[in-house]
Protein backbone atom coordinates (compact mmCIF):
# COMPACT_ATOMS: atom_id res chain seq x y z
CA UNK A 1 0.00 0.00 0.00
CA UNK A 2 2.60 2.47 0.74
CA UNK A 3 4.34 1.91 -2.39
CA UNK A 4 1.12 2.78 -4.06
CA UNK A 5 0.77 6.20 -2.41
CA UNK A 6 4.37 7.25 -3.14
CA UNK A 7 3.77 6.36 -6.74
CA UNK A 8 0.05 8.61 -6.35
CA UNK A 9 2.25 11.65 -4.43
CA UNK A 10 4.86 11.73 -7.41
CA UNK A 11 2.11 12.46 -9.83
CA UNK A 12 0.21 15.00 -7.67
CA UNK A 13 1.69 17.56 -5.22
CA UNK A 14 -0.92 18.91 -3.32
CA UNK A 15 -2.28 19.22 0.35
CA UNK A 16 -5.95 17.61 0.86
CA UNK A 17 -6.06 19.33 4.33
CA UNK A 18 -5.70 23.06 3.14
CA UNK A 19 -8.41 21.92 0.73
CA UNK A 20 -10.92 20.96 3.06
CA UNK A 21 -10.21 23.83 5.73
CA UNK A 22 -11.15 26.24 2.19
CA UNK A 23 -14.57 24.62 1.54
CA UNK A 24 -15.28 23.97 5.39
CA UNK A 25 -14.10 27.99 6.07
CA UNK A 26 -14.17 30.16 2.82
CA UNK A 27 -11.26 32.32 2.53
CA UNK A 28 -9.64 30.98 5.44
CA UNK A 29 -6.94 29.65 2.46
CA UNK A 30 -4.80 31.70 0.43
CA UNK A 31 -4.84 30.62 -3.52
CA UNK A 32 -1.70 30.29 -3.58
CA UNK A 33 -1.99 27.43 -1.21
CA UNK A 34 -4.83 25.41 -2.78
CA UNK A 35 -2.73 25.21 -6.09
CA UNK A 36 -2.21 21.80 -7.43
CA UNK A 37 1.06 20.60 -9.52
CA UNK A 38 0.84 17.60 -11.20
CA UNK A 39 2.17 15.50 -14.22
CA UNK A 40 1.08 17.30 -17.80
CA UNK A 41 -0.34 14.55 -19.85
CA UNK A 42 -1.78 14.88 -23.70
CA UNK A 43 -5.07 15.85 -22.56
CA UNK A 44 -3.62 18.97 -20.89
CA UNK A 45 -2.23 20.39 -24.59
CA UNK A 46 -4.99 22.31 -25.27
CA UNK A 47 -4.91 24.62 -21.82
CA UNK A 48 -1.58 24.40 -22.44
CA UNK A 49 -1.40 25.64 -25.58
CA UNK A 50 -3.75 28.50 -24.79
CA UNK A 51 -1.23 29.42 -22.13
CA UNK A 52 1.74 29.71 -24.77
CA UNK A 53 0.12 31.81 -27.23
CA UNK A 54 -0.79 33.98 -24.72
CA UNK A 55 2.46 34.96 -23.31
CA UNK A 56 4.82 34.15 -26.53
CA UNK A 57 4.89 35.78 -30.07
CA UNK A 58 6.86 32.83 -31.69
CA UNK A 59 4.88 30.10 -29.25
CA UNK A 60 5.87 26.43 -29.23
CA UNK A 61 3.34 24.25 -31.15
CA UNK A 62 1.90 20.61 -30.07
CA UNK A 63 4.47 19.09 -31.42
CA UNK A 64 7.07 20.44 -29.26
CA UNK A 65 5.38 19.54 -26.44
CA UNK A 66 4.61 15.79 -27.74
CA UNK A 67 8.49 16.22 -28.40
CA UNK A 68 9.28 16.48 -24.68
CA UNK A 69 6.75 13.91 -23.65
CA UNK A 70 8.67 11.25 -25.44
CA UNK A 71 11.81 12.61 -24.36
CA UNK A 72 10.17 11.71 -21.06
CA UNK A 73 11.41 15.04 -19.84
CA UNK A 74 9.56 16.35 -16.33
CA UNK A 75 6.98 18.07 -17.61
CA UNK A 76 3.94 19.88 -15.18
CA UNK A 77 0.69 21.66 -15.27
CA UNK A 78 -0.45 24.21 -12.28
CA UNK A 79 -4.34 24.07 -11.71
CA UNK A 80 -6.39 25.64 -9.14
CA UNK A 81 -10.24 24.35 -9.07
CA UNK A 82 -9.11 22.58 -12.07
CA UNK A 83 -8.08 25.27 -14.26
CA UNK A 84 -4.78 25.20 -15.51
CA UNK A 85 -3.07 28.54 -14.49
CA UNK A 86 0.53 27.15 -16.05
CA UNK A 87 2.84 24.88 -16.77
CA UNK A 88 7.12 23.82 -16.53
CA UNK A 89 8.99 21.56 -18.33
CA UNK A 90 12.12 20.22 -17.47
CA UNK A 91 15.15 17.99 -18.73
CA UNK A 92 17.31 16.02 -16.82
CA UNK A 93 20.99 14.33 -18.46
CA UNK A 94 24.00 13.42 -17.36
CA UNK A 95 23.89 15.07 -14.21
CA UNK A 96 22.38 18.59 -15.40
CA UNK A 97 19.03 19.49 -15.41
CA UNK A 98 17.78 22.42 -17.86
CA UNK A 99 14.23 24.50 -17.06
CA UNK A 100 12.72 24.71 -20.86
CA UNK A 101 10.13 26.75 -19.98
CA UNK A 102 7.83 27.85 -17.41
CA UNK A 103 4.96 30.02 -18.13
CA UNK A 104 1.67 31.67 -16.28
CA UNK A 105 -1.73 32.76 -17.48
CA UNK A 106 -1.21 36.50 -17.86
CA UNK A 107 -4.12 36.96 -15.84
CA UNK A 108 -2.67 34.82 -13.30
CA UNK A 109 0.63 36.27 -12.73
CA UNK A 110 2.17 37.91 -9.64
CA UNK A 111 0.24 35.10 -7.11
CA UNK A 112 3.08 32.77 -6.81
CA UNK A 113 2.42 30.27 -9.53
CA UNK A 114 6.07 30.62 -11.23
CA UNK A 115 7.62 30.62 -8.03
CA UNK A 116 5.35 27.09 -6.95
CA UNK A 117 6.52 25.46 -10.43
CA UNK A 118 10.02 27.09 -10.31
CA UNK A 119 10.17 25.27 -6.41
CA UNK A 120 8.77 22.11 -8.12
CA UNK A 121 11.44 21.30 -10.78
CA UNK A 122 14.22 21.98 -8.86
CA UNK A 123 12.90 20.02 -6.04
CA UNK A 124 12.32 17.31 -9.20
CA UNK A 125 15.87 18.01 -10.55
CA UNK A 126 17.69 17.28 -6.90
CA UNK A 127 19.53 14.52 -6.27
CA UNK A 128 19.34 13.82 -10.08
CA UNK A 129 21.75 16.87 -11.24
CA UNK A 130 24.67 18.92 -9.85
CA UNK A 131 23.35 21.95 -11.42
CA UNK A 132 20.13 23.22 -13.05
CA UNK A 133 20.19 25.62 -16.16
CA UNK A 134 17.90 28.36 -18.16
CA UNK A 135 17.37 31.10 -20.80
CA UNK A 136 15.85 33.99 -20.09
CA UNK A 137 15.11 37.18 -22.23
CA UNK A 138 16.92 40.49 -20.64
CA UNK A 139 13.53 41.77 -21.19
CA UNK A 140 12.10 39.96 -18.81
CA UNK A 141 12.86 41.73 -15.81
CA UNK A 142 10.34 40.27 -13.53
CA UNK A 143 11.62 36.44 -14.29
CA UNK A 144 15.33 37.59 -13.47
CA UNK A 145 13.98 38.60 -10.30
CA UNK A 146 12.70 35.51 -9.21
CA UNK A 147 15.23 33.27 -10.22
CA UNK A 148 17.56 35.38 -8.33
CA UNK A 149 15.85 35.54 -5.16
CA UNK A 150 15.72 31.60 -6.02
CA UNK A 151 19.52 31.22 -6.27
CA UNK A 152 20.15 31.25 -9.95
CA UNK A 153 23.34 33.23 -11.36
CA UNK A 154 23.90 34.36 -14.31
CA UNK A 155 26.68 32.28 -16.04
CA UNK A 156 27.19 33.84 -19.90
CA UNK A 157 25.14 35.15 -22.61
CA UNK A 158 23.63 33.46 -25.64
CA UNK A 159 23.54 35.54 -29.04
CA UNK A 160 20.53 35.90 -31.18
CA UNK A 161 18.87 33.19 -29.02
CA UNK A 162 15.42 34.38 -29.24
CA UNK A 163 13.35 35.33 -31.93
CA UNK A 164 11.87 38.62 -31.78
CA UNK A 165 9.83 40.93 -33.78
CA UNK A 166 12.86 42.77 -35.35
CA UNK A 167 15.28 39.65 -35.43
CA UNK A 168 16.59 37.92 -32.46
CA UNK A 169 17.32 38.35 -28.89
CA UNK A 170 19.77 37.67 -26.46
CA UNK A 171 19.19 34.93 -23.53
CA UNK A 172 20.76 35.30 -20.28
CA UNK A 173 22.15 32.24 -18.63
CA UNK A 174 21.73 31.09 -15.48
CA UNK A 175 22.73 28.98 -13.27
CA UNK A 176 21.83 26.93 -9.74
CA UNK A 177 24.05 24.34 -8.30
CA UNK A 178 22.09 21.97 -6.09
CA UNK A 179 23.79 20.62 -2.60
Request: proline share 3%.
Amino acid sequence: MRGLMDKIKKLVIYDTDKEFYAKIFPNSVPKKDLLRLRIMTQDDLESVLVIERKNYLFPWEEDIFTDCFTAGYSCWVCEYNDTILGYSLLSIAVGEAHILNISVDPVEKNQGIGRKMLENLIDVARGRAETVFLEVRPSNTAAIALYEDVGFNEIGVRKGYYPAENGREDAIMLALTLF
